[in-house]
């Protein structure tokens, strides 16, 4: 039974919180939840997830004329996105959150996650 609203912030490609006005909100969620004395805030509490999709590093065909496969992200690109999802997971924690990182198909995956924790958006 789900008592509050949950909302479930899906990371795609913009890994940045700075400027992001959904973590300024869950950032006073949490705070809220944390003191002792509650103040009647109108934010959600929030949970985060990326998902590294398998799409990302499966061969497709190259648009050239040649025979040569292609991948959207190469073992350079898979490092900087690594180390990316890292640091924002990182900022997360640092304001008392945590991000859920999964592996496969986000069509699958994040429904999957809202219905576990009974999110109410995403």
Request: with cysteine; net charge neutral.
């Amino acid at each position: 039974m789900v008592t509050s609203n949950v909302r479930l912030i899906w990371h795609r490609r913009d890994l940045r919180l700075h400027d992001n006005e959904l973590y300024h909100s869950s950032a006073l969620a949490i705070q809220n939840t944390n003191h002792k004395s509650h103040s009647s805030g109108t934010s959600s509490p929030s949970v985060s997830l990326f998902v590294f999709d398998n799409g990302y590093f499966q061969p497709r065909q190259s648009s050239s004329t040649n025979d040569y496969d292609t991948v959207w992200c190469g073992p350079h690109a898979a490092q900087v996105l690594i180390e990316a999802v890292t640091t924002l997971r990182n900022h997360i924690r640092s304001i008392g959150g945590e991000l859920i990182i999964r592996v496969g198909d986000p069509t699958i995956i994040v429904p999957q996650i809202a219905k576990v924790i009974g999110a109410t958006e995403i």
